[in-house]
């Protein structure tokens, strides 16, 4: 009997993981884990890497299985810190290859647009990444480090993961709405063959995002709940 | 064409699994015999399409709803096969119903007709924007206010809520920055019109 969806688990061999859902190869480069994984199994291979196995598979299925929510007990023996470490360093590469990726197409797709088009177009581009370099600058300088000091049991008692929650904005919205705009009134005089890749590079773009917020959301927020209360007990 | 099956009893399972087997023309992507959260991500995750169901699963107050609830879930079509007995009405709300006495061929067929259903989709919805959605959106470009909106065209704030969603579900654009480039590419407004 073939069985339906496979959940990912630590003995299993780093190689069927990634045969499994290619695209947690990003996840993996994230937290310098690289191919020439040989035999070794997960808990092998996040051992060597330094990150907690049960925080890995926590992010590898939220990132393969939509609506994925992780159970208490996978929250409890998962440790933030690997989390914050794969969110952390989601946000260079968002920053350094993602947009960078995002930004070269772009330009040439609206390269032998009319000047006025192609400003429309990179400004709304150039906004939407100012608001994003504001939203991780936050968390990096504020609740990441708040996560850090949770952790260490001398948290500031003027801050806390539900303020945090309050203020989180969905920051793929704006790209969805670029996704559409290429998609749908791309403006003719543009250079067409670009389209695609445009279209790809903004639809992976904004998956990732989806991904990471909701590892935010009902990772690490409800891991930090659980660290303050304790606190509070 | 793949089936997903949820049923309690093995029994059923391994005898929808034989007729499939020998017909081919069904592959089964899953079987589970509960639904859990665990069996909903499965399900959210899966490309199958036909959810074959035993409605034993569902406890005896939720069976009237039990076919929405698995198409929260997934797009497949999604047939009973009872074990218990249905009356009439229970079963209307499947887009077919098998029986444990019905042939492979009857099951085939029951199976193919459900498939093929087409969908009552409610946002089948292509048309361009209205003229009026046209109005409302250049305003909304302009940086204008729900309030300020329905002042200008003397029609309620909730009329200009109803027209904004309207906009957003034939563009697919929802944030105002987004809408503003929608408004310049279209040439519905003027660049030096916003700031």
């Known amino acids: 009997m073939k069985e339906g969806i496979r959940f990912f688990s630590s003995d299993m061999k780093m190689s069927d993981l990634v045969e499994m859902n290619y695209r947690l190869l990003t996840v993996l480069s994230r937290l310098d884990m690289h191919a020439g994984f040989g035999e070794k199994t997960v808990a092998g291979i996040c051992a060597e890497a330094g990150v907690d196995t049960e925080a890995f598979l926590l992010i590898c299925n939220m990132y393969s299985y939509h609506g994925y929510l992780p159970t208490e007990e996978a929250l409890k023996s998962a440790d933030p810190l690997s989390v914050l470490k794969y969110l952390h360093n989601s946000h260079s590469s968002y920053i350094e290859d993602g947009f960078m990726e995002l930004e070269k197409i772009m330009d040439g797709l609206v390269a032998t647009c009319r000047e006025q088009e192609k400003r429309i177009i990179l400004d709304f581009l150039a906004g939407y990444r100012k608001e994003v370099e504001k939203h991780f600058e936050y968390e990096e300088e504020v609740f990441f480090p708040y996560v850090i000091s949770v952790t260490g049991h001398n948290a500031s008692q003027d801050y806390s993961a539900a303020i945090f929650e309050e203020n989180h904005s969905n920051i793929e919205e704006k790209l969805n709405d670029l996704k559409n705009i290429v998609m749908k009134y791309l403006p003719p005089t543009c250079d067409r063959r670009l389209a695609n890749d445009a279209l790809y590079a903004l639809s992976a773009l904004s998956e990732d995002l989806e991904k990471h917020t909701n590892i935010e959301n009902h990772v690490l927020v409800p891991m930090v709940n659980r660290l303050e209360s304790k606190k509070e007990a | ?195």
């Open chain 2, 1 to 195: 064409m793949k089936v997903f099956l949820i049923m309690p009893s093995r029994v059923m399972a391994r005898g929808l699994e034989g007729v499939f087997h020998d017909l081919g023309e069904f592959k089964i992507e899953g079987i589970v015999s509960d639904i859990s959260p665990r069996e909903e991500v499965m399900m959210k995750n899966m490309s199958a399409d036909a959810v074959i169901v035993d409605p034993a699963v569902f406890a005896h107050s939720l069976r009237a709803v039990a076919r929405q609830q698995i198409s929260e879930l997934t797009d497949a079509a999604v047939v009973a096969f009872p074990s218990i007995f249905m009356d009439e009405e229970t079963c209307r709300q499947y887009d077919a119903v098998l029986s444990l006495y019905d042939s492979p061929a009857e099951i085939v067929h029951k199976l193919r007709a459900a498939v093929s259903v087409p969908k009552d989709n409610a946002a089948s919805e292509c048309s361009e924007l209205s003229a009026r959605e046209k109005d409302i959106l250049i305003c909304v470009a302009k940086g204008l206010i729900n309030k300020e909106i329905a002042d200008i065209y003397n029609i309620s704030i909730h009329t200009v809520i109803t027209h904004r969603r309207n906009i957003t579900r034939k563009t697919g654009i929802k944030t105002v920055a987004g809408l503003t480039v929608y408004a310049l590419l279209n040439n519905l407004i003027d660049p030096s019109s916003v700031e």
